[in-house]
DNA sequence: GTCATAGTATGATAAATATCATAACTTTAT
DNA sequence: ATAAAGTTATGATATTTATCATACTATGAC
């Protein structure tokens, strides 16, 4: 993890955004100096469940996992975060210290920014305050609903939805590198390391996927999706 | 569903909190003047999925439950929400209608504040925007949260793990009257009904707990926190 | 009351998933 | 280059859970 020179020149920064619409200029200016850039190598920890929660955090670039860690058994995904999504986004405003980490999937950037002085824009402009809280609860809702979604599917289904999940909504391609290994496939959607295994395995034999280590390529997406549907 | 004379003397309210720590007194006034008491009767439909979110809704007493509807399926409860928790937690801020229904469980009276009035309350006043934040975050936490800790147990596990959330959350009681039918339970934990009813007379049979149709005594709590713990 | 309906209960069986075992293949460290 | 450790893969088996079938019981409508 290394610093970075602060600049606020991100395009599609929902934060930037945020305070471009609602905050006078002079503000913005003091955010975009008070703002710390950190870079992290895939694999690096990001933050540390337990620890106190005294930044505001941004996914400038990469890709993350949040993750509940378990003692002896194995640890629980609860999401994955692409760019532009807050990283901790959970507990942010109603909790001292966070219970759950989060580790860079790929090398990744985080703008960080103090969570006080967050707070002090919230208190001192509410049209700020209903993006910030309209954005959260956006993120809060997904995870809820998604996770829903995803308890009723079988194993088939579920291994299908991911797959989805990372041609679609992540690498908006039909091949990519899986930036998770198969045992963390298995934490994200609660299945066994082996049954995720194998069903990629039953998804090559039927022609759904092609496989080459972690590099996956989608050849029937319409049999994947109804899969995921009906599985 | 009958709507019922407009007073501000609920204790323990944590919206009258926030109002009274953060805003003027003659705004007050004007909240409790315009917020509108509507009682239910058990079984009485609260919010409609689909519905457009109007109101800011806050539980005063009673007992409710978030559910997903599924057409031909059945359907999956979110989460039971006891008095002064928000009803319509999720979605309120960032969806404009409803992905989820509320039933009362019991008989149950909400607070009903019209939502573009708070919102106007959060746009003037940041600290009371700040506690509205903290109080929603964190009722989507625990959601987030205690669903991961339902996942990974087995159905014994979450069988004791919904009675003990009965008996120490809801009705503080080794003895209550259960809020769900068998059915409601297995959707909240995501099992089959008659998995439910199985899981419940094997208990009995072990002489963890007594069931007297949906009266439940805990006889045995150690045992059955210990199954809830390691289940 | 009694009929219909929903809820509770239990057993038998099928299906899904986990566990255990083993091996080939990859990556990492030395 | 090689050993060690981790990952992927597959089969055999055990366990868990769902499904199907069938009663029995409670509840509400008439």
Redesign the pocket.
């Given at each position: 993890m290394k610093e970075a020179p602060n600049k606020c020149d991100c395009e599609k920064c929902d934060v930037k955004e945020m305070f471009y619409e609602h905050v006078e200029e002079q503000h913005i200016e003091v955010v975009c100096n008070i703002k710390i850039e950190k870079a992290f190598k895939k694999g690096d920890m990001i933050i540390e469940e337990g620890k106190p929660i005294e930044s505001f955090i941004y996914l400038k670039s990469g890709l993350v996992k949040l993750f509940k860690h378990r003692e002896d058994e194995k640890g629980q995904i609860i999401i994955i975060a692409k760019p532009f999504d807050f990283v901790n986004l959970l507990s942010v405003f109603s909790d001292t210290n966070y219970n759950y980490s989060v580790t860079a999937l790929e090398d990744s950037v985080t703008c960080n920014l103090d969570l006080d002085y967050i707070k002090d824009m919230i208190r001192a402009n509410g049209e700020f305050a209903l993006s910030i809280m309209k954005k959260i609860s956006k993120v809060s809702d997904t995870i809820i609903l998604e996770s829903l979604t995803v308890r009723k599917?079988?194993?088939?289904g579920r291994v299908a939805y991911i797959l989805l999940f990372f041609a679609d909504q992540i690498y908006e391609d039909k091949y990519f590198e899986?930036p998770l290994?198969?045992?963390e496939i298995?934490e994200f959607i609660?299945?066994?390391?082996?049954?995720v295994?194998?069903t990629?395995?039953e998804f090559?034999k039927d022609g759904i996927i092609k496989?080459f280590?972690?590099f996956i390529e989608i050849v029937d997406k319409e049999k994947l999706q109804q899969i995921s549907d009906f599985g």
């Open positions: 599917k079988n194993i088939h899986l290994n198969r045992r298995a609660g299945k066994t390391t082996e049954n295994i194998r990629l395995s090559r496989i280590g972690k």
